[in-house]
Nanobody
Framework: QVQLVESGGGMVQAGGSLRLSCTAS????????MGWFRQAPGKEREFVAA????????VYGDSVKGRFTISRDIAKITVYLQMSSLKPEDTAVYYC????????????????WGQGTQVTVSS
């Protein structure tokens, strides 16, 4: 069973930056698509970004395009989400997820999930 552990969340002012990390327990995840989702109170889980197992292909949700960057380090079995120009509406619990090929923006298609890390952006 693959375990995913997120870190890097916290509180930041609008316009600031944060980098989230997600480290997996097994190297088998290196053959998986990795994704980030977020969920704000009272809202459905929203797709943020995904990256292919090679790291050569990425996809982003419309609300974060141009502000967030997803990347992965195969050697460290870690995926990152660099968040810049943060807005109060980015406030949510951010979840890391993994699925076997191909990339997907649909949460139900992901097999493994982390526990989430809180990101709070103040105005």
């Amino acid at each position: 069973q693959v375990q995913l552990v997120e870190s890097g969340g916290g509180m930041v002012q609008a316009g600031g930056s944060l980098r989230l990390s997600c480290t997996a327990s097994e190297r088998t995840v290196n053959s998986h698509t990795m994704g980030w989702f977020r969920q704000a109170p009272g809202k459905e889980r929203e797709f943020v970004a995904a990256i292919s197992w090679t790291g050569g292909s990425t996809v982003y949700g419309d609300s974060v395009k141009g502000r967030f960057t997803i990347s992965r380090d195969i050697a460290k079995i870690t995926v990152y989400l660099q968040m810049s120009s943060l807005k109060p509406e980015d406030t949510a619990v951010y979840y890391c997820a993994a699925k076997f090929l191909p990339k997907s923006t649909v949460a139900s298609e992901y097999d493994y999930w982390g526990q989430g890390t809180q990101v709070t952006v103040s105005s």
